[in-house]
């Protein structure tokens, strides 16, 4: 039920399409995620060929959105420590399910992140371990050809010395 103000109730069909319309634009009109929006604007950088200018009035705009001034989520002094812890985290995944959360506050963004940081910990421990990956292509161990020359014995190539040859021992067919 919604309910006319009372200067509104004199009962005429425009007073109360005023009414309800306005009541109807309050409950459908989106919330802002506070949190998220300040992140958003922490991260802002200036970018490549943008003017100081532009940057700045990008800057307001966005700073419009995180109500800075505004103290109905949190402390201000909170407010600030917790979008830094957000900032700063390591895990983009904990950071990431901290932003979901609307009207966060430092206590519950601190138990939030330590219980979230402790549970993808736990689920590492439990994934299948990685095994060494197999890779289609070897690489060849060859040995440098040294200045060796031509054996006396047999023509081939191989360390000096009349023992290190295969054909020593044999007798040539060709020349007895």
């Given at each position: 039920?919604?309910?006319?103000?009372?200067?509104?109730?004199?009962?005429?069909?425009?007073?109360?399409?005023?009414?309800?319309?306005?009541?109807?634009?309050?409950?459908?009109?989106?919330?802002?995620?506070?949190?998220?929006?300040?992140?958003?604007?922490?991260?802002?950088?200036?970018?490549?060929?943008?003017?100081?200018?532009?940057?700045?009035?990008?800057?307001?705009?966005?700073?419009?959105?995180?109500?800075?001034?505004?103290?109905?989520?949190?402390?201000?002094?909170?407010?600030?420590?917790?979008?830094?812890?957000?900032?700063?985290?390591?895990?983009?995944?904990?950071?990431?399910?901290?932003?979901?959360?609307?009207?966060?506050?430092?206590?519950?963004?601190?138990?939030?992140?330590?219980?979230?940081?402790?549970?993808?910990?736990?689920s590492k421990l439990y994934e299948a371990p990685s095994s060494i990956p197999i890779t289609?292509?070897?690489?060849?161990?060859s040995v440098k050809p040294s200045a060796q020359k031509p054996c006396k014995y047999c023509?081939?190539?191989?360390?000096?010395?009349?023992?290190?040859?295969?054909?020593?021992?044999?007798?040539?067919?060709?020349?007895?």
């Amino acid at each position: 039920k919604v309910e006319v103000p009372p200067a509104l109730a004199d009962g005429s069909p425009g007073c109360v399409y005023r009414a309800l319309k306005e009541a109807l634009l309050a409950n459908f009109r989106p919330t802002t995620n506070l949190t998220s929006e300040r992140h958003k604007f922490r991260q802002m950088r200036q970018a490549d060929g943008e003017s100081v200018t532009a940057f700045i009035g990008r800057l307001r705009t966005s700073a419009e959105r995180c109500r800075f001034n505004s103290t109905e989520v949190d402390t201000i002094e909170n407010g600030q420590l917790r979008d830094q812890l957000i900032v700063g985290l390591r895990l983009n995944d904990v950071r990431r399910e901290l932003l979901k959360t609307a009207s966060l506050t430092l206590a519950k963004a601190v138990t939030d992140a330590v219980a979230l940081e402790s549970s993808f910990a736990d689920s590492k421990l439990y994934e299948a371990p990685s095994s060494i990956p197999i890779t289609s292509t070897v690489n060849k161990v060859s040995v440098k050809p040294s200045a060796q020359k031509p054996c006396k014995y047999c023509g081939r190539q191989h360390p000096w010395g009349k023992s290190s040859c295969p054909a020593a021992s044999i007798k040539c067919r060709k020349c007895g």
